[in-house]
């Protein structure tokens, strides 16, 4: 299988894991001369307080992907993969987590979907969801999963 783009999904909740992250997608992107998407989705009440954190008027002509590539998660992302010269492209999406990256995973033409969490119990994945378990269910192609606990 040859890649050509790889979508890496990140979220707020993935400060932590961000170096696990973009350490395995330079590894798989990087020799692959793959480009990376990289993806951000908010829900609507996460993308309206950003967006008021940020000052940026309601009228305002800035898209998710403008907002996106102000969050310092999404900008650390890119940062360090750009110093090891990967090329990324930054998205910014609003709506279901799970449902917005399999969807932009679709739109991209993914070779590759590279998502990150954590372990879970059975109860707290039934209670909660799961975005990177809907992820790896849905995606239109391969799901490299990176747990950092």
């Known amino acids: 299988m040859s890649l050509e783009t790889v979508v890496l999904a990140v979220g707020p909740s993935d400060e932590d894991r ?7 997608t330079r590894d798989i992107a990087g ?12 829900t609507r009440e ?32 890119k940062s360090a993969l750009e110093a090891d010269g990967v090329e990324v492209t930054v998205n910014g999406r609003i709506g279901n987590h799970g449902e917005e990256i399999v969807g932009f995973a ?8 590279v ?9 707290g994945k039934a209670i909660i969801g799961s975005t990177a378990q809907r992820v790896m269910l849905d995606a239109p192609a391969p799901v490299t999963f990176v747990r950092v606990d």
């Open 18 to 24: 961000i170096d696990a992250l973009g350490q395995t």
């Open 31 to 42: 020799p692959a001369g793959a480009a990376v998407k990289l993806v951000h989705v908010f």
């Open 46 to 77: 996460e993308y309206d307080s950003i967006r008021d954190r940020l000052n940026i008027e309601p009228d305002s002509e800035q898209t998710p992907d403008d907002v996106a590539k102000r969050h310092n998660v999404v900008r650390s992302a």
């Open 106 to 113: 679709e739109e991209a033409d993914a070779d590759l979907v």
């Open 115 to 123: 998502v990150g969490g954590r372990r879970r119990s059975p109860t």
